[in-house]
Nanobody, 113 residues
Framework: QVQLEESGGGLVQPGGTLRLACSAS????????MSWYRQAPGKQREWVAT????GSTDYAEFVKGRFTISKANAVYLQMNDLKPEDTAVYYC??????????WGQGTRVTVSS
């Protein structure tokens, strides 16, 4: 069982920055593809970004050029130029080739003036 814990959410003004972190139980980042998803109020959860176990990255179109996913001792999501439409609960996901998938509890990001 993989346990994930997100942190770093909060209230930020439009144009601001936040850095989310996802820590995991155990050293899993070389064996799992790690992703960030988000769920805005009243909307379905949507994929934001992935960093594969090998290190390649991919982004949803709506965050390209603004968000950066990386990993070291945790998985990070650097969010720049935040917009009100980025307001959501952000979730960390770990998934391996066998199809096992784990989720964190989420961290709330609010972009508002």
């Amino acid at each position: 069982q993989v346990q994930l814990e997100e942190s770093g959410g909060g209230l930020v003004q439009p144009g601001g920055t936040l850095r989310l972190a996802c820590s995991a139980s155990g050293s899993i980042f070389n064996f799992y593809d790690m992703s960030w998803y988000r769920q805005a109020p009243g909307k379905q959860r949507e994929w934001v970004a992935t960093i594969a176990s090998g290190g390649s990255t991919d982004y949803a179109e709506f965050v390209k050029g603004r968000f950066t996913i990386s990993k070291a001792n945790a998985v990070y999501l650097q969010m720049n130029d935040l917009k009100p439409e980025d307001t959501a609960v952000y979730y960390c996901n770990a998934k391996n080739l066998a199809g096992f998938s784990f989720w964190g509890q989420g961290t709330r990001v609010t972009v508002s003036s």
